[in-house]
């Protein structure tokens, strides 16, 4: 070192200080990165534990043949049986087109939800009162809900047909009581809870159109009518599809109403993919049966997520 | 904008206030039905305001009666509590993780926690059962407590929060030597204080109404939450309406205050997130 350079012994110095500095920092690096997983650790296990095992199970038990009271070793393996068996059973296709026709109650309550927005967002006065008034369905329970529909639908001493009969219709439906009225029933009454969620995410979507599109249009002479076909419409198009979206998956999952007020009947007329997949498992100890339909049912949610992301693009067109 | 009084305009009010009461009629048909004797229930045309009022009796019936609503009531409020206060502590934690402390492997871990997001909850309840069975989860107010206490939802709401905290803020408490559990606690959580109550409630509101996972993973009777024993109690008194109602009633009110303390909250939490229970 003696006989280097005042500038060789700098650039020395500079690279020995630089060294130091990397060993720190890789040592920092390491500290951050063990308070990282501190700090989301018991979400990672969580999430582990009781969704990750449980979705590669259900992959697995859907091809064994098993129930709960025997122990693990009686699992018999039987490839694509439990798919075959469910595939021919015609409960679960019924599910299946139940919860197709259920797609129907998304529109429904969308264009409510739209037009009960418009109105309030501008044209009364109270308006928090009426956001209230429309988000109640969202916030009680479906089991209070569907109690208090299960007494007002009742066919003969019940509300709504006692004021149908006090308007002369005489064969009035028997609602849940009626194969042909009972999946209606159901989807009326999905429609009047789901009004309210959809109604404040629409109106979230209309407040945040700029007044500018709105004064422009003025001056231009627009219609109410263009206003609503060339400003709201194409703006909210991405509130429009993430409630479609959203909308479609809910009914894939609806259980409660069901479970509460029909169990599936009456002659599995209201029996849908949760209800059955349930009723295998819980009610008939079917587990490998039930994981199929399992199986079934995620394949069913991956496919409107994945079109969601793919159509995302190009129906947001503002 | 004028701000003139316009006739049109509470035209309009007047006709939506109509339609809004017609929206509402199953509640207020509710309220009124647990207030009346169960002779008069089905009486037409319906009697909005009881005309011989029964509500003391009923309540008295519901509560302290032979049906114990009081002791699932206290089952709901604890199990409810808990999970709120676990479920954002522990999504709180996990977003200011992902957000705020850099490390390598935080990105790879919350792609894998989100990808869970699409997995449907039905699609898991068998091995779920199997997993509680086995650990001696099944039938325990703590299991339940734990099946809702990790919201893939709630990191995710909460991480955009924290995401909007300027580093600055950080930086400058690290200089100062803070570390960070005390940065998290001290300057982060108060700052997001809005989303955090947002939050809270929508975990409230949602834990209270599950009806699915206690009906599947509580059997005793004592342990049974206020949904659960709703259901109980409607195919035990099919005929009796009055206390049905008056059940249902006592099952929605705890929600009705938490929305009417936290309206502006869940609102626009729902609004922002586009969260759906």
Redesign the interface.
């Given at each position: 070192m003696r006989y280097l350079s005042v500038e060789a012994k700098t650039v020395l110095e500079k690279v020995e200080y630089v060294n130091i500095k990397k060993l720190k920092k890789s040592s920092l690096?390491k500290r951050?990165?063990w308070?990282?997983?501190?700090?989301?650790s018991?979400?990672?296990i969580?999430?582990s534990?009781?969704?990750?095992?449980?979705?590669i199970?259900?992959f697995f038990?859907a091809f064994a043949d098993w129930n709960?009271i025997m122990g693990i070793q009686s699992v018999k393996w039987v490839g694509l049986d439990n798919f075959k068996v469910l595939f021919a059973n015609e409960v679960f296709v019924k599910s299946v087109l139940n919860n197709l026709l259920f797609l129907l109650t998304v529109p429904f309550s969308m264009v409510i939800s739209l037009i009960i927005a418009i109105?309030?967002d501008k044209?009364?006065?109270?308006k928090?009162?009426?956001?209230?008034?429309?988000?109640?369905p969202y916030?009680?329970?479906?089991?209070?809900?569907a109690?208090?529909?299960?007494?007002?639908f009742?066919p003969t001493?019940?509300?709504i047909n006692?004021?149908l009969f006090?308007l002369g219709v005489e064969n009035s439906p028997k609602w849940i009581a009626d194969p042909n009225f009972a999946l209606i029933s159901l989807m009326i009454i999905q429609i009047?809870a789901s009004?309210g969620?959809n109604m404040?995410?629409y109106?979230?979507g209309l407040q945040s159109i700029p007044k500018e599109l709105y004064e422009a249009a003025n001056m231009d002479g627009a219609t109410p009518l263009d206003k609503f076909k060339h400003i709201m419409l194409p703006t909210l198009s991405p509130t429009t599809f993430?409630l479609l979206i959203?909308g479609i998956?809910?009914t894939?999952?609806v259980?409660?109403l069901i479970?509460?007020l029909t169990k599936g009947g009456p002659i599995n007329s209201t029996t849908m993919l949760?209800w059955h997949?349930?009723d295998s498992?819980?009610v008939n100890l079917k587990?490998g049966y039930?994981?199929a339909i399992?199986?079934v049912?995620?394949f069913f949610?991956?496919l409107i997520?994945l079109v969601q992301w793919v159509l995302q693009k190009k129906w947001v067109n503002y | 904008m004028e701000k003139r009084f316009s006739i049109g305009k509470l035209v309009i009010t007047v006709i939506a206030f109509i339609i809004s009461i017609a929206f509402l009629l199953p509640f207020v048909w509710m309220l009124s039905t647990s207030f009346k004797m169960e002779a008069d229930v089905f009486k037409f045309p319906i009697e909005w305001i009881p005309s011989r009022w029964n509500g003391i009796e009923n309540f008295k019936e519901v509560w302290l009666g032979q049906y114990t609503f009081a002791l699932y009531y206290w089952n709901s409020i604890k199990i409810t509590v808990i999970t709120t206060i676990i479920s954002v502590t522990v999504s709180a934690m996990a977003a200011y993780g992902f957000s705020k402390i850099n490390f390598p492997a935080g990105k790879v871990l919350f792609i894998i926690i989100l990808a869970t997001y699409m997995v449907p909850q039905q699609s898991i309840l068998v091995p779920q059962f199997i997993l509680y069975r086995y650990l001696g989860l099944f039938d325990s107010h703590f299991g339940l407590i734990l099946l809702g206490s990790f919201s893939v939802l709630g990191t995710f709401m909460l991480r955009q929060f924290f995401m909007s905290i300027h580093s600055d803020y950080i930086d400058a408490a690290k200089i100062d030597g803070a570390g960070h559990f005390r940065i998290f606690w001290s300057i982060a959580m108060p700052l997001v204080r809005p989303a955090i109550a947002t939050y809270a409630i929508l975990r409230f509101i949602w834990t209270w109404n599950d009806f699915q996972n206690p009906l599947i993973f509580l059997r005793t009777d004592e342990l049974y939450t206020i949904q659960l024993a709703m259901q109980k109690f409607t195919s035990l008194n099919g005929e009796f309406y009055s206390l049905i109602m008056a059940a249902a009633v006592s099952a929605i009110l705890p929600l009705i205050i938490v929305f009417i303390i936290g309206q502006k909250q869940v609102i626009e939490g729902i609004a922002l997130g586009g969260v759906k229970g």
């Open positions: 690096e951050e990165s308070i990282g997983f501190l700090f989301v018991p979400m990672f969580g999430v534990v009781l969704t990750l095992l449980p979705i199970a259900t038990l709960f109105v309030i044209h009364v006065y109270m928090s009162y009426f956001k209230v008034a429309f988000f109640m916030i009680s329970s479906i089991v209070a809900i109690v208090v529909w299960q007494v007002l009742n001493e019940g509300p006692q004021f006090s009047w009004i969620f404040i995410i109106l979230a993430f959203t998956i809910a894939f999952k259980f409660d479970a509460v949760v997949l349930y498992a819980f587990i039930a994981s399992a199986v049912l995620f949610v991956l997520t | -």
